[in-house]
């Protein structure tokens, strides 16, 4: 079986391109970068780009090798889905037409092109023991920077902190990276959305201090950090459309769902029963809230009055996305409760 998975020695720092995009279009396609540290009998893993417009993680990548820098230990870094960030234009496309979200391809079957490039990024993670894995991502909407995971152990939460104060601890099944290396610290990192040059900045930040640090832990420490639990995911109903619009224009005049333009100023707040959050054509439910157990609870967190769809009782909403693209073809939102 041909290797999609195309493998660096640590590049010299001189011979990288300035730009980032420039860098991307040396590597062409899926990338692991192997970097000797100070110690190499222990190593330390980061990966992105599993979404192409998600563009941080690899700028930071970037930056950080043309920094020259010697990592405390051995290190990785993956750079997933290279073609979908440099198809134009860049940074806009989370996969290319026809392929998958990488993202949910980790748990196999492994049955497709997507799913075996998510298997070889597996085993390379898993070539030699890691101490940690992050994973670093770009928000669609304005969002604080905030770790997910999947345990809340004190590594996780240390691992966070590197970035931001919010941890989002999730139950889902999704098929991400994530829920596939439960036996490594780890723990995937929003940097801020995408596109902004402050996400940027927490991204090359963070690696900085992931890289260099040790010891990576502190036994035992419990970071300030916010923790929120029980994810739940609100998405449209399988072959509805949706549109933005400013408050008070009501519903698109042809998606099903219109949501307002700056609905993500909610991301990580309380938002009281009674909020507006946009116009639906006819009376027919646009959502569904998928909880834990795979159960619809839409009705039970919202109401659909005259068209108008608002919160039924107060939420914590959280990734948010005001992209079209994005809310068709993932979700909306998630809603969370504090732990």
Excluded at 63 to 76: S, Y
Excluded at 281 to 296: A, H, K, M, Q, T
């Amino acid at each position: 079986m041909t290797s999609q998975l195309r493998h660096i020695e640590r590049p010299r720092a001189s011979e990288l391109p300035a730009d980032a995009l420039a860098f991307l279009g040396e590597l062409s396609g899926p990338t692991a970068i192997h970097i000797e540290g100070r110690d190499p009998r222990r190593r330390r893993v980061a990966t992105t780009l599993l979404h192409g417009n998600e563009p941080s993680g690899a700028r930071a990548m970037h930056a950080w090798l043309r920094e020259g820098a010697v990592p405390a230990v051995d290190a990785l870094f993956v750079i997933a889905n290279v073609e979908a960030a440099l198809a134009s234009p860049p940074f806009s496309h989370r996969s290319l037409p026809d392929r998958r979200d990488l993202n949910r391809c980790f748990l196999g079957p492994w049955a497709d092109a997507d799913e075996r490039l998510a298997r070889e990024i597996l085993g390379v993670i898993r070539a030699r023991p890691a101490e940690a894995l992050i994973d670093l991502h770009n928000n669609t909407g304005h969002n604080p920077p905030y770790g997910v995971g999947v345990e809340t152990t004190s590594e996780a939460l240390q691992l966070v902190a590197l970035f931001g104060d919010r941890f989002v601890w999730s139950h889902l099944t999704l098929g991400a990276l994530m829920e596939a290396v439960r036996d490594l610290p780890s723990a995937t990192v929003e940097v801020g959305r995408s596109g902004d040059p402050a996400a940027d900045g927490v991204a090359l930040r963070g690696l900085r201090s992931f890289l260099s640090a040790d010891p990576l832990f502190t036994a035992g420490a419990r970071p300030e950090v916010r923790i929120l639990t029980t994810p739940m995911r609100v998405c449209l109903r399988r072959g509805l459309s949706v549109a933005v619009a400013e408050e008070g224009e009501g519903a698109s005049s042809t998606a099903d769902l219109t949501i307002l333009a700056d609905l993500d100023r909610h991301n990580f707040e309380r938002v009281e029963a009674g909020t507006t959050l946009g116009y639906a054509r006819g009376e027919g439910w646009p959502l569904e809230l998928i909880d834990e157990d795979g159960r619809d609870r839409a009705t039970t967190y919202f109401s659909l009055e005259g068209g108008v769809l608002r919160t039924r009782r107060p939420i914590i909403p959280i990734m948010i996305t005001t992209d079209p693209r994005v809310a068709a073809s993932d979700c909306l939102f998630y809603v969370v409760q504090e732990a």
